[in-house]
C-alpha cells in the first residue's frame, strides 16, 4: 500500500528555517489530500498544514501562519513543509499523513496512511 517517508528534520536556533520533505511510494494516486501533523512530549498529535492533489487548496492552524509553508511536486510524489521564523514552541516530531479523499480534515482518524515522523527541535 502507500508508504510514507518523512526527513529533512533537525535542530535549529529560533529564527531559523527547516524544510521538511514526505516522499510517498506504493498507490500515491488515491492519496488526495497530504497533511503534516505534530506531536510534543506529553500533548496529543495536532494538525499543522494540509494541501489537496492539485495544490489549490491549503490550510494552516493560526499559529504557523506567515511562517510555514505546505507545497507538493506530484511529479516526485513528495509533499514540503518549508518552515520559516522557527519558535521553540515548534519543537515536536512531525509526522506526514495522507487522505484518499480531497476534502480537507483535521482530525487524525480521517487520514489514512502515516510516516514514521522526523524530529525538529527548536532552540532559545
Known amino acids: 500500500q502507500v508508504q510514507l517517508v518523512e526527513s529533512g528534520g533537525g535542530l535549529v536556533q529560533a529564527g531559523g528555517s527547516l524544510k521538511l520533505s514526505c516522499a510517498a511510494s506504493?498507490?500515491?494516486?488515491?492519496?488526495?489530500?497530504m497533511g503534516w501533523f505534530r506531536q510534543a512530549p506529553g500533548k496529543e498529535r495536532e494538525f499543522v498544514a494540509g494541501?489537496?492533489?492539485?495544490?489549490?487548496?491549503?490550510y494552516y492552524i493560526d499559529s504557523v501562519k506567515g511562517r510555514f509553508t505546505i507545497s507538493r511536486d506530484n511529479a516526485k510524489n513528495t509533499v514540503y513543509l518549508q518552515m520559516n521564523n522557527l519558535k521553540p514552541e515548534d519543537t515536536a516530531v512531525y509526522y506526514c499523513?495522507?487522505?484518499?479523499?480531497?476534502?480537507?480534515?483535521?482530525?487524525?482518524?480521517?487520514?489514512?496512511?502515516w510516516g514514521q515522523g522526523t524530529q525538529v527541535t527548536v532552540s532559545s
Open positions: 494541501i489537496s492533489w492539485s495544490g489549490s487548496s491549503t
Open positions: 499523513a495522507a487522505r484518499r479523499s480531497d476534502l480537507m480534515v483535521v482530525y487524525t482518524t480521517f487520514y489514512d496512511y
Open positions: 506504493g498507490r500515491t494516486f488515491i492519496s488526495n489530500v
